[in-house]
């Protein structure tokens, strides 16, 4: 995945690109809901397995143009160049329903570990920086269904 900087570097850029070609825009943000309780019970070197697996997943299941990047914490992103929220919500669907339904290992074998995701999608809109893209997708993060 790409770094947070590199994402806030990038976005401007993508965000001015889709204003000249009039394209949609849209960015979806990930949080992992459940991290406090993972590094809690197994450690934050778990916790820390959980963040690159989970990422290494996302990079995997997004096309070549989309730009997936951690955003902090327990956050991901993905720019989605020419995708409305509309489209961007169906990537989401089917990332969320990779990543939960995985068991990602635990120093118990028998007991997998299970992560819960929230997200959000933002639409580009007109005057919208990068910045403020990243702000909306992060304002109504709600817990996947």
Request: hydrophobic share 40%; proline share 6%.
């Amino acid at each position: 995945l790409y770094t947070h900087g590199f994402l806030r570097t990038h976005i401007d850029r993508v965000v001015e690109d889709s204003f000249q070609k009039d394209q949609n825009l849209s960015v979806a943000i990930f949080r992992i809901q459940n991290l406090e309780e993972i590094n809690r019970e197994y450690g934050y070197a778990v916790g820390d397995q959980i963040l690159n697996q989970v990422g290494s997943i996302i990079g995997m299941l997004v096309r070549g143009e989309d730009v997936p990047a951690r955003h902090g914490g327990t956050e991901f992103a993905i720019i989605l160049p020419n995708t409305s929220p509309h489209s961007a919500h169906y990537v989401v669907n089917r990332i969320i329903g990779v990543i939960e339904s995985t068991e990602f290992p635990s120093p118990h074998p028998e007991i997998p570990i299970h992560v819960s995701l929230s997200s959000n999608v933002a639409g580009l809109d007109i005057g919208d920086t990068g910045v403020r893209l990243l702000e909306k997708a992060k304002e109504h993060l709600a817990p996947a269904a």
